[in-house]
């Protein structure tokens, strides 16, 4: 597979400009809400990466929801809104495509495409993305295996688009005292197979708000490239994941025991 170490043994660098870069070697940083809400909120958020040195974003402005009836996000005009304040602060945008017809309107406002875990193996969307010039996240299927994570991979990849990270954010097992299962193995192991960076998703893993950062640095210690997790102003009045959402000071602690952390590894 093009995504192996055997076929490259250097590790892939994603270059997202402005000296911002997801990589081996580095401890690359991603938090924001589960969905981006208001211009409020936006500007919320985009202050507290500020203050705290957080060169990334993320949130949903398109939501898959296991309900229809539930919060289904701000669309493409949340996400314009959201750009014009986040690039005049240097932050860069990480966001869920959950369909080919969302690439290209999209394409002037993200800096990291995001694939969602009910997407992963959605092929004619990775096929696609194969084709942009932008970077995409994979994040692994609900009940994904390790290989049919890497193998979403090759179909982006393959297809011409080799800026590209994995995302391991915890698979359905029979554990129900937490939302999914972190599977803190497979961080060793993507890095071990592929060339391309790993990054843990703590929220999703757990779903549990006090139990995320503990879960976080254990995905540093892992191995992995860097962390996304959901934080916000006041989580328990977040549209979507407020239980695994940390506030602020939650999130600015996180972010140094992250830092903290890496520098031991
Ligand atoms: C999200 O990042 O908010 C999200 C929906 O993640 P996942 O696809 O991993 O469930
Ligand atoms: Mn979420």
């Known amino acids: 597979k093009l995504v192996s170490k055997k076929w490259k043994a250097k590790p892939t660098s994603i ?3 402005d000296g911002v870069f997801i990589k081996d070697g580095e401890m690359a940083i991603i938090t924001g809400p589960c969905s981006i809400e208001s211009e409020e909120q936006i500007r919320n958020v985009v202050a507290h990466c500020v203050e705290n040195g957080i060169r990334m974003m993320r949130g949903g402005v398109f939501k898959p ?22 690039s ?22 993200v800096d990291i495409y995001q694939v969602g875990a009910r997407n992963s193996q959605n092929f004619n969307l990775l096929d696609e993305l194969g084709k942009v010039d932008k970077a995409v996240m994979i994040k692994r299927g609900i009940s994904g295996t390790i290989e049919e994570l890497l193998q979403s991979a090759e ?3 393959s297809g011409g ?9 915890g698979i359905r097992t029979y554990e129900k005292a937490s939302r999914n299962t972190l599977d803190l193995n497979a961080i060793p192991i993507l890095k071990a ?6 990054i843990v998703d703590p929220s999703h893993g757990i779903g549990i708000r006090s139990y995320v950062p503990q879960m976080a640095l254990a995905g540093v210690m892992a ?16 549209y979507s994941d407020g239980q695994q959402t940390l506030d602020f000071a939650q999130s600015a602690r996180l972010a140094n025991w992250i830092r903290e952390s890496f520098a031991m590894r």
């Open 15 to 17: 270059d997202l400009g």
């Open 65 to 86: 929801r296991t309900s229809p009836y539930a919060f289904r996000g701000m669309g493409i005009d949340g996400l314009k809104l959201w750009h014009s304040i986040a």
């Open 88 to 109: 005049e602060a240097g932050i860069k945008i990480v966001t869920e495509v959950m369909q080919t017809s969302q690439i290209e309107e999209m394409y002037p406002y």
């Open 155 to 157: 179909y982006v990849f």
């Open 161 to 169: 688009n080799e800026k590209l990270i994995l995302c391991e954010r």
């Open 193 to 198: 197979k592929s060339h391309l960076p790993v």
């Open 223 to 238: 191995g992995a490239d860097g962390v996304i997790y959901e934080s916000h102003e006041i989580p328990e009045k977040a």
